[in-house]
T-cell receptor
Framework: AQTVTQSQPEMSVQEAETVTLSCTYDTSESDYYLFWYKQPPSRQMILVIRQEAYKQQNATENRFSVNFQKAAKSFSLKISDSQLGDAAMYFCAYRSQGGAQKLVFGQGTRLTINP | GAGVSQSPSNKVTEKGKDVELRCDPI?????LYWYRQRLGQGLEFLIYFQGNSAPDKSGLPSDRFSAERTGESVSTLTIQRTQQEDSAVYLC???????????????FGPGTRLTVT
């Protein structure tokens, strides 16, 4: 079974600075997808960014980018120019290419933005 | 358009009672998922529905948990004889479809917070 590990329960960053959230995963599959979700206090899960394992190029969405290291099974999220609205729980998630395509989540990292 | 909705938003129940949680997916979404999120934890997969196919129940933690879905519309998650360890947020997500070769985003509802006293 696949597992996802987020080793940083909490992180904090100064507003306008850059922060990197770590994620590692374990799988024997070669084709899969990786995601970062944001969960603010409202509980709504919001997709931040996704990466297809077959793509070597790291995904980027505005201020959010990932560092995908397939051989190391590492998938970190970099947030540039941090804003107060970025404060939330961040979850890394894995999804197989086939089957039910259920998401396997890490434990989450709570990100605090200091003004 | 309307997103995924869930009701009730919060539910407090006594140990041993049965509860029903409802999920209304986005119209036209054939895939529906239920997840559980314990306090301070990530989401755990419970069950998956895809069209008229048999559901994937591999994540249900015990036979006290069951779920139904009518066609491609509303789904109900039922927990019988609730226990304190069932206290959690139950999140529902829907997706346009599932296909081995494509990525379809799962759209989440706001969840139901269940507290068993």
């Amino acid at each position: 079974a696949q597992t996802v590990t987020q080793s940083q329960p909490e992180m904090s960053v100064q507003e306008a600075e850059t922060v990197t959230l770590s994620c590692t995963y374990d799988t024997s599959e070669s084709d899969y997808y990786l995601f970062w979700y944001k969960q603010p206090p409202s509980r709504q899960m919001i997709l931040v960014i996704r990466q297809e394992a077959y793509k070597q190029q790291n995904a980027t969405e505005n201020r959010f980018s990932v560092n995908f290291q397939k051989a190391a099974k590492s998938f970190s999220l970099k947030i540039s120019d941090s804003q107060l609205g970025d404060a939330a729980m961040y979850f890394c998630a894995y999804r197989s290419q086939g089957g039910a395509q259920k998401l396997v989540f890490g434990q989450g990292t709570r990100l605090t933005i200091n003004p | 358009g309307a997103g995924v909705s869930q009701s009730p938003s919060n539910k407090v129940t006594e140990k041993g009672k049965d509860v029903e949680l409802r999920c209304d997916p986005i119209s036209g979404h054939t895939a529906l998922y239920w997840y559980r999120q314990r306090l301070g934890q990530g989401l755990e997969f419970l069950i998956y529905f895809q069209g008229n196919s048999a559901p994937d129940k591999s994540g249900l933690p015990s036979d006290r948990f069951s779920a139904e879905r009518t066609g491609e519309s509303v789904s109900t998650l039922t927990i019988q004889r609730t226990q304190q360890e069932d206290s959690a947020v139950y999140l529902c997500a829907s997706s346009p479809r599932t296909s081995g070769g494509a990525v379809y985003e799962q759209y989440f509802g706001p969840g139901t917070r269940l507290t068993v006293t």
